[in-house]
């Protein structure tokens, strides 16, 4: 491992540095529709809109168009066809791979019982809470970027924001906003079998029963082959002995107790505080993750985000760079369950001989 010091400071710092620039980058706002001078009622507004369709589709298909064309007062989250796309959502026939139930609940978390615009939010706030139609809440946060205020619902940036319609207001997102009901971080994980390998790693070393109770925690997690990438099998965790290893450094690490955190707060904070850096001392432990986030403009014309983790050795100068890794798999960020949430990492943070017992 590099010894750092002050004159190598700027070189880890920058590619952080310059993903956060960018986030902070003033940028037009989409215009996908003209308003309607008519002002429909929300389902024929969202019906009305191509760039809509396929979340109109959506919501025929829960049989909540009548519902949604009522007084009200409702506020539309309407992810726009890119959000379902990222998903794996091309057009409404791919909805019937949903089972019926989770794809009405999808749709119910998109909609409020009240009329929200962005002016009734707090301004510079993260994680304030609103009631959905599934009964679940959904955490909004903002920060004014000195041009206008940057609004994100459950991590989903508002591309268009404040659309009167007939019976309230819509926002548009650019992705859809991911959650399971009833669901812990543990069930989440042991259900999706492209994390088996992180899964046996929690277990090997007594993180995994923790993630079924309350919380919350952020769990940050490599999928399989990442694991597999640098020689870590279920076969080689299983056979580590456990008492010659720091086990809040190897697999502790990828869970983040008391914390809940969306990939968006990280650029929220750095808009109001201008805290670009998100400390995390890993639990009984000398070593301190540091995260940072941003936002990317795409060919596409969306704000992908990503995160970077940097692990060091103690907090301040000089100290050892363990490990740089990211998480910008859009699909995998920013899955929300009832005790936490779940971001995909695409890196692994501490080998096997980086946390043996000196």
Not at 24 to 43: E, M, S, T, V, W
Not at 193 to 204: D, F, H, I, M
Request: charged share 20%.
């Amino acid at each position: 491992m590099k010894k750092i010091t002050s004159y190598h400071k700027i070189f880890y710092l920058l590619p952080w540095i310059l993903l956060l620039v960018l986030s902070a980058c003033k940028h037009d706002d989409l215009q996908i529709f003209k308003a309607n001078d008519n002002f429909r009622p929300g389902f024929d507004f969202v019906k009305n809109n191509y760039d809509l369709s396929i979340f109109a589709a959506a919501i025929e298909k829960s049989g909540l168009a009548e519902q949604l064309n009522t007084a009200g007062p409702f506020t539309i989250l309407a992810p726009a066809n890119a959000a379902f796309n990222v998903m794996g959502i091309n057009s409404p026939a791919d909805l019937d791979k949903m089972n019926p139930d989770t794809l009405k609940f999808l749709v119910q978390r998109h909609i409020l019982n009240e009329r929200l615009q962005i002016q009734d939010i707090p301004r510079n706030s993260a994680d304030v809470r609103y009631r959905t139609l599934a009964s679940t809440q959904v955490y909004t946060s903002t920060a004014f970027n000195g041009s206008q205020t940057d609004t994100y619902f459950d991590g989903s940036y508002v591309r268009r924001q404040d659309v009167t319609i007939a019976n309230g207001t819509l926002h548009v997102l650019d992705r859809v906003m991911k959650a399971d009901a009833n669901t812990t971080v543990q069930d989440w994980l042991a259900k999706r079998p492209e994390y088996s390998t992180l899964v046996a790693g929690l277990k090997k070393f007594g993180f995994w029963d923790e993630l079924a109770t309350e919380g919350p925690y952020t769990v940050l997690a490599p999928k399989n082959e990442v694991f597999e990438a640098a020689g870590l099998t279920p076969a080689v965790i299983n056979s580590l002995d456990t008492s010659r290893y720091i086990g809040a450094r190897l697999f502790g690490c990828y869970v983040m107790p008391k914390k809940h955190l969306f990939v968006s707060d990280l650029v929220v904070f750095s808009i109001i505080n201008g805290d670009y850096f998100y400390y995390y001392a890993i639990p009984n432990d000398t070593y301190i993750m540091t995260i940072t986030a941003g936002r990317i403009n795409n060919t596409a014309g969306d704000y992908s985000l990503g995160y970077g983790v940097s692990v060091r050795s103690k907090k301040n100068y000089p100290y050892d760079i363990i490990s740089n890794v990211t998480g910008n798999n859009q699909k995998g960020l920013n899955n929300l369950v009832d005790n936490g949430l779940v971001q995909d990492l695409g890196g692994i943070m501490i080998m096997p001989d980086q946390a043996i017992k000196r």
